[in-house]
């Protein structure tokens, strides 16, 4: 079990980031899907950790294979642990979609956009991705989450607290309210509305889980009232200093 999450930090303008991403402004054209190549997943990680902290919780990224234990199967993207100011501990089997307005389908959200417009689009965006006459998501892509994977050597004692957590980069959410950057739905199913990849394991699965956790990275952003904040992004960090190593430019 190797944590990630050290002090390799960054600081990054929140403002800028969002126009980047939600805006899609004319300059960001043909750099978003090397950008997010590069700094997506660390990026959206890196935001949950900050928010969960925020509320008092202290977090791990870890960088062991998120994967049923199989030569084939889904792959998730982290393992993630959060042990809460409560003294509960919850070990999130992640998955990270760096959807944003750049994504085929994806839409704009200006960055001042008001708290009502927000809480529309993250509905509309939670009814696209949710189906909810079988309380499941809709789609392979993100549907795996709910595949229960085999925890790295050293969280098998906690396997009963194990949970699957999707991080959205999109502003998403299931009620009409602006602020609700983490959620969960309770009891999700594995009746899928979908054929099920052949490389799955198929259901009925050993278990399902009580509860599938969703946190909207841009939805978080907005609501941080400074200017920048400091994330920890050690691989990002490692890959723009090789970066720096192999390119001069003037």
């Known amino acids: ?142 549907a795996k989450v709910l595949v229960p994977m085999k925890p790295p050597s050293g969280l098998e004692e906690r396997r009963e607290s194990i949970r699957p957590l999707l991080i959205f980069w999109e502003a998403i959410g299931p009620r009409n309210k602006s602020g609700d950057h983490l959620f969960h739905m309770d009891k999700p199913t594995c009746d899928f509305p979908f054929d099920i990849p052949s490389t799955w394991p198929q259901p009925p699965y050993e278990r399902e889980f009580p509860s599938l956790w969703v946190f909207s990275v841009s939805s978080y952003l907005r609501s941080i009232p400074d200017t920048t904040i400091e994330l920890q992004m050690p691989n990002a960090v490692a890959r723009l200093r090789i970066i720096e190593s192999l390119f001069q430019y003037s």
């Open 1 to 142: 079990m190797t944590d990630t999450s050290s002090s390799v930090s960054v600081t990054i303008d929140v403002q800028e980031t969002l126009r980047f991403f939600d805006e899609k402004p004319d300059w960001s054209n043909k750099h978003a899907t090397g950008i997010v190549g590069v700094l997506g997943e660390d990026l959206n990680a890196a935001c949950f950790q900050c928010y969960i902290e925020s509320k008092g919780g202290s977090v791990a990224v870890l960088q062991d294979t998120v994967g049923t234990g199989g030569k084939k199967g889904p792959r998730l993207d982290r393992w993630i642990t959060v042990d809460w100011s409560d003294g509960s501990k919850t070990v999130f089997q992640t998955e990270i979609k760096n959807w944003s307005a750049h994504a085929k389908g994806g839409k704009t959200l200006p960055v001042n956009a008001p708290s009502k417009e927000v809480a529309d689009y993250k509905q509309r965006r939670w009814k696209e991705r949710w189906d909810s006459s079988r309380r499941t998501l809709n789609d392979d892509k993100t």
